[in-house]
């Protein structure tokens, strides 16, 4: 099926006059709303619109309609798997992937009521370029395999206790051997895992340097950094409050008037926000700098737990510093 033709996003146009024209003077914001079959798109503030098959052609289509424009930006919102190709084919391209939440919210704020493929691509669009949204590095498609494996192998973990509870608490023969078949074979199923995701490093010049820079803090060991490599990409190219900010570490105040309420941290990336938090623990007790940051906060009478969100943040701006100097962490001068 040949995918439907709205006003078109290149070309003559008779209700905005000539995607020419326009883009001789203005830089245009393209909003893409993705679905399993077709891209809907949007050009801000050209209004002109377009709609693509989602698959290998029809990224090659919005492709050479792109080079028509000078483009500011390209929003879209992460839609599982569905987005995932288009990514790729937009890798040198200036993305901005947005909070699926978070765009709702903005089309609620423009008292935008009604739901379509072709106004939530033009509200993307409006928001990308109201906003002026940073646009940031995407994930490679290594680092998307790598956060598949680990997710996966997440899942696995997940399932070791309670399989090793039910093989304990199992009194027929036959069931507590299928019981341990299957524990065994979730156990090599992790080892295979784990091996995947090392190769797919070690195929990568970029990822390896990325990874041996991590594993060089005191503290941070190879899961961690692996979870940051896969679903961090940013890293090395944030400012310094920016990193904890994308990781959901920084605290966020409350405060009207009079009143000022406790901070908390909320928001971000929850599985970069899980990453360091066993590696907090130990660098807390064997990074020198770490240590001693945690041990003021203790001293000054802040909870354990707080003390350890501190230093999972820092974690978080040392290693974004480390990689974008592109040097391994050493200890401090006594």
Request: with cysteine; proline share 5%; charged share 25%.
């Amino acid at each position: 099926m040949r995918p439907e033709r709205i006003p078109v996003l290149c070309g003559p146009d008779a209700k905005h006059g000539t995607a020419e024209k326009i883009s001789d003077i203005l830089s245009q914001t393209i909003g893409i709303d993705i679905s399993k079959a077709s891209l809907d798109c949007h050009a801000y503030p050209a209004g002109a619109e377009r709609q693509f098959a989602n698959n290998a052609r029809g990224h090659k289509a919005l492709i050479a309609c792109l080079r028509q424009w000078p483009i500011e930006r390209i929003a879209y919102e992460a839609t599982a798997t569905y987005h995932r190709a288009l990514e790729a084919a937009l890798a040198d391209w200036p993305c901005v992937k947005l909070n699926p939440e978070r765009a709702r919210r903005f089309a609620q704020a423009t008292g935008m009521l009604a739901k379509t493929d072709r106004i939530d691509a033009m509200l993307l669009a409006r928001m990308a370029a109201t906003l002026q949204l940073p646009i940031r590095p995407a994930r490679s498609m290594q680092q998307a395999q790598m956060a598949e494996l680990i997710n996966a192998g997440d899942g696995l973990v997940r399932d070791r206790a309670p399989l090793k509870i039910r093989e304990k608490n199992l009194t027929v023969a036959l069931l507590k051997r299928q019981c341990r078949q299957r524990r065994e074979q979730n156990e090599r199923n992790i080892e295979v895992l784990d091996a995947e995701i090392t190769g797919l490093i070690a195929a990568d010049a970029a990822l390896t340097r990325r990874h041996q820079i991590l594993t060089s803090i005191a503290g941070v060991g190879t899961l961690t950094a692996n979870q940051l490599i896969a679903t961090m990409p940013e890293l090395g190219n944030l400012a310094n409050k920016q990193a904890p900010s994308l990781a959901g570490l920084a605290p966020i105040t409350r405060q009207s008037g009079q009143w000022k309420g406790k901070s908390f941290i909320r928001g971000g990336r929850a599985d970069v926000r899980q990453a360091p938090y066993m590696a907090a623990l130990v660098a807390a007790r064997f990074n020198p700098d770490l240590k001693a940051k945690y041990q003021q906060l203790v001293t000054a009478g802040k909870p354990a737990r707080i003390a350890i969100t501190a230093v999972m943040r820092k974690l978080v701006v040392i290693a974004n510093a480390l990689l974008k100097a592109d040097r391994c962490w050493q200890h401090s001068a006594a």
